[in-house]
């Protein structure tokens, strides 16, 4: 964990309201494991103060990257922002994905909207292929289905208006492949709660296990003011742990859900 | 202040080259003025790598009471205009908990460490002060009787001058520590209760604790904490703290803390000018961890630029006669 | 509301086309709820050259009270982060300067004035009232018991339950006219205080006033404001306000004016939900004057896209169960 | 008085800290008279919410020019920005000064540092010409001197420390001018208050007609806040009057001073 003042070497639109932005950031970058993130302070926010996390997407040499989507004024503030222009980083943060090792499970990786931004890491850094699962709304949630490919997974896109790939919901040939043969798999998961709580339900049902990495909201990001806390199981009952240290990635298992907000 | 060597500030500070940032909160001496605010530090232990613990005035940990308590459900803080609602519950791991996970390190440091406590009775209070009395090594206790997040205990203390000195005097006939009251902003005249604080043997008081708030999510139709209210700090409240400040510096003889809204030195400095012998930053190490270290070398600069050597002349100044 | 001819709106709203906006302040209907805050408007006319007075649900002139008043010396106001202290110390004509210089033109709109009074006894409030009921045409009278920055009158009257009701009893026997009380924000727990008011016959609550709050120069050591101290307004105070809305809401039976830091649309809406039935823009008039108007258009598109009718599908409409 | 949505034509940096500002605005740029103001919302500022207000300098065709000096976070602010973006204006404000009629007094201008901006206006709109007293503290504080010449205006110099023009205050240049011919003189003046303090008593003193714009801060600039308030004479008492309404420009023989701040 370091914070340092970095530089944007790029920030661009990448489909619809999504980004990617490039910055160089040469402490950092090394340390970088998948399903951490950084959390960032966009200083062009006008008064609103609060860092903003977002999942690490790409590591290349001394620079990282992440993709966003833009839906409140960070993210607003964070897309009008030119390369050459600074921000606060923090980073990087929280507790990873368990890279697959060879000879493990194959890895299906589950995600939805910018969820493949954690997941594009993990792919990259593993040792073993498997198979991506992504789920959006539209064909413009739909992202880097080509990058996947590149790195030789296969990726099995679904839509909910069915204007790209399978018609429906991202469990639909996730339940599919499981039945084929559960053994030897491990779920890996990055996305809306829902989905999350989804994918949970179904690796307990299939006995398979899983990693979801929890969308909370934040404040400090590095384990001070017990905002991001979620219940885990403890013994026969549960305690609140937090989503920045020691999560964001926890095992299926011990996430005890609450209901849906 | 646990540092025996001289640490190389005080040496420049003889040579004449510095200005003399050190000042005494009760028995209590910190190196400069400059401490966190509870809740907002977590244990210490966790900005250690972002930042040197040791160049800070005190660490102050997130408030403790005797046994483990779970707090609130989620979501626990929202952003609002230059500020933030929190309602975490104070949740935390009991007396012995923190003794066992957090001790060990904050031992360690060189500056003092200020723990944050609180109960549900008065007995409560008393209990604990006298297990960290016990404890040995701990710089001073700051009973918090204001978090305006729990539902019993916490700000009923503080807006109920007799209970707070009952709160006050059974803490202090159960420690020789220093003892700081926590002040609740959410009272009509903070001047009795800060003497009643005072009286019942305070050795100092933090003014303030965060104010009592609200935000409602329009779309869902939903409060944006779960607990339905919440404490406002940040930039956003520093107008009433300051005033709060005023009024508490003039109406008791020890020495406040002084803290809602601290970015800059220049927040800090006018603290010390509304009467505030020290301060703490809160909200801003959230967004900005470095905060308290830029707070400590802009205090020092402004004190070289108007050719100041001690903190005195500059506590309480501010000009009232036109 | 004195218009007699229809407004488009109201045509619009009986075509089902537009919501209705319309809302009963006691007997008084105005044909939006959104009001201005007294004392951020001046006397109606300054604005004039820059909006359609007739667009808003009622003006709001700045308090009143018997003879003229100089107000405080000069730095009255002072920016701070996400707001403004102010302490005008209502500088004001009179009743009669009032009637002579802004009567005339205030008389001619086709909306509500309401006017906000203020005395340093029971009886000068009363008498105003009078006066203002024999004058005929005004809209209702808000009862200011809670300015911050005046020695005698004022605060102290929002401060205490007893005398609070005694000034809106004394009024209340003064006038059939609509009576607001506007209350002050610098209380423990608001509930009593509303209750108070309703209890003593007024019409409706003005939530709420200024916080008391303070501002120091750092270069100069003096405080920002001649007074010392003001009032703390704009977006800052918001979650504040928002809470004591929403506290007194479930006091009281009558209606809610909510005000605090309202600077769009989604703002206001917010304090709809908190359980105000009109609200008012303050502070936002001074940098954007169109305010009131912009929240009047964003709240109408507001209940398009959420298929609402009538305002009363929002106010009080927050959901406390998960 | 309009207000509207401006944009930025351009705006340069001046010389040290001032800058100018030129702004299209067609419906504002007509109306105005010297000494008006415009109060201007600067919407980068951050978490700082209040319009400032500036003396117009210029005005030219359907553009309007304001002179300004980078003193705090709103001229920091305006001086980052652009030409093509936009300010908020409500302008033009304020009650001016009287423009010498051909055969009244002879004007003599005294200004301090931005208070040339105001003057500027006044010269050009007088059909008389006249002489200009200006003071600064150094060289860099003396602004628009060549305007002043190439309108056919003496320019008299005066600085504190002495890098251009006469030594001194402004006030002795114009003492000496007044000690040569009293009569037939009036006294325009607008600068920092102790300036317009020293001038309005050397008018009394001198029995000269004098107008003083009034530097006081400001929030609504149209007359509802009674920020602005000065005091002002009144029968044998005296009143407070907006200085954003019934000002900036006040008869100096009303005035009542108070003690400097
Ligand atoms: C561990 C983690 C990884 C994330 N990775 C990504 C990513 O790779 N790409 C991406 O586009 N987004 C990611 N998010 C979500 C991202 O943090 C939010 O979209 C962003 O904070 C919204 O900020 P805003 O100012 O635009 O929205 P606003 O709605 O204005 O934000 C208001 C407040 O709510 C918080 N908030 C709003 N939405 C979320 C959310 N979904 N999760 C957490 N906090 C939220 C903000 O941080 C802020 O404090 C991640 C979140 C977490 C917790
Ligand atoms: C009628 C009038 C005409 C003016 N004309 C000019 C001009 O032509 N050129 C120019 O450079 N300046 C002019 N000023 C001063 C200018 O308004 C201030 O320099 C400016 O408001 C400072 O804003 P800031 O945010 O940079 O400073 P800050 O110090 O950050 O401002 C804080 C607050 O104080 C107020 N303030 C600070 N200084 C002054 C001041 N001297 N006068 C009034 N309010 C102040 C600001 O408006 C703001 O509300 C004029 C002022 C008035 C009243
Ligand atoms: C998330 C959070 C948690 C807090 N927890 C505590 C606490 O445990 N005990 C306490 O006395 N104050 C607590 N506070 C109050 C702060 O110590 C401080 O009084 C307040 O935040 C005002 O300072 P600020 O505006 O700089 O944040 C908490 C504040 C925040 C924001
Ligand atoms: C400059 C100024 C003058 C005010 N004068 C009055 C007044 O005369 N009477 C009154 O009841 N409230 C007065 N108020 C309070 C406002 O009416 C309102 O309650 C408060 O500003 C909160 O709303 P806001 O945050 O939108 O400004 C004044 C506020 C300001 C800023
Ligand atoms: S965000 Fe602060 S503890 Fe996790
Ligand atoms: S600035 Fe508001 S009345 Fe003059």
Redesign the interface.
């Known amino acids: 964990?370091?914070?340092q003042i970095v530089q944007i070497v790029s920030n661009e639109r990448s489909t619809d309201s999504y980004y990617r932005l490039v910055v160089r950031a040469p402490q950092i970058a090394p340390r970088i494991q998948p399903g951490q993130f950084a959390h960032v302070?966009i200083l062009p926010m006008?008064?609103?103060?609060?860092?903003r996390p977002f999942s690490i997407f790409q590591v290349e040499g001394d620079t990282f990257s992440i993709l966003y989507k833009t839906v409140g004024k960070g993210t607003v503030a964070l897309a009008r922002m030119q390369s050459g222009e600074e921000l606060?980083v923090?980073a990087p943060l929280g507790h990873g994905f368990t890279v697959p090792q060879p000879g493990a499970e194959t890895p299906l990786l589950v995600a939805g909207g910018y969820g493949m931004a954690a997941m594009y890491l993990l792919a990259r850094r593993s040792p073993q292929k498997g198979i991506v699962f992504v789920g959006g709304r539209r064909r413009v949630d739909i992202l880097c289905e080509r990058e996947f490919q590149d790195l030789g997974w296969e990726v099995r896109v679904t839509t909910e208006d069915g204007s790209h790939g399978e018609k429906g919901l991202v469990t639909q040939p996730l339940l599919a492949e499981l039945k084929s043969a559960q053994r030897g798999r491990k779920l890996f998961a990055c996305g809306p709660t829902p989905m999350l709580q989804a994918v949970g339900k179904i690796a307990g049902e299939h006995d398979v296990p899983a990693e979801l990495s929890m969308d909370?909201?934040m404040?400090?990001g590095?384990?001070?003011?017990?905002?991001?806390?979620?219940r885990v199981r403890s013994g026969d009952t549960w305690?609140?742990r937090r989503t920045c240290?020691e999560g964001p990635v926890f095992d299926a298992r011990d996430v005890v859900w609450?209901?849906a907000? | 202040m646990r540092a025996e060597t001289q640490s190389p500030e005080s040496r420049a500070v003889e040579e004449g080259l510095e200005p003399d940032l050190s000042v005494s909160i009760g028995k209590l001496t910190l190196q400069n003025p400059v401490t966190v605010a509870s809740g907002t530090f977590g244990y210490g232990v966790e900005y250690a790598q972002l930042l040197d613990l040791n160049q800070l005035g005190a660490v102050v940990v997130k408030g403790i009471r005797l046994n483990p308590v779970p707090g609130n459900p989620t979501p626990r803080t929202a952003e609002v205009t230059s500020g933030m609602l929190n309602a975490i519950g104070l949740q935390g791991p009991g007396v012995d908990g923190f003794i066992q996970k957090y001790w060990p390190f904050l031992s360690t440091l060189k500056v003092p460490v200020i723990i944050n406590i609180w109960g549900t009775t008065v007995e409560e209070y008393a209990e604990v002060v006298r297990r960290f009395d016990a404890l040995g090594g701990v710089g001073a206790l700051e009973l918090n009787v204001s978090c305006p997040n729990i539902k019993e205990g916490g700000a009923q203390f503080g807006t109920d001058c007799n209970l707070l000195g009952q709160v006050v005097a059974a803490c202090r006939r159960a420690t020789t520590l220093p003892l700081i009251t926590k002040m609740s902003p959410n009272v009509v005249n903070i001047a009795p209760y800060a003497k009643a604080a005072e009286d019942a043997g305070s050795d100092a008081l933090a003014v303030t604790n965060s104010y009592p708030a609200m935000a409602i999510d329009i779309e869902t139709r939903r409060p944006k904490l779960a607990n339905i209210t919440g404490g406002l700090t940040g930039p956003c409240i520093k107008p009433i703290a300051i005033k709060l400040v005023w009024e508490a510096a003039r109406a008791v003889k020890i020495p406040i803390i002084g803290m809602g809204g601290i970015q800059n030195a220049e927040d800090a400095i006018e603290f010390f000018m509304a009467g505030a012998s020290a301060v703490a930053v809160g909200t801003a190490n959230f967004y900005e961890p470095q905060t308290p270290l830029q707070v400590i070398a802009g205090i020092r600069e402004f004190m070289k630029r108007k050719g100041l050597r001690n903190l005195s002349q500059i506590v309480g100044s501010v000009q009232l006669t036109r």
Chains 1, 4 share one sequence.
């Open positions: 964990m370091l914070e302070r006008k008064d609103a103060l609060l860092r606060s923090i909370e909201h404040c400090c590095v384990g001070v003011c017990l905002t991001c806390v979620i305690e609140y240290t609450e209901e907000r």
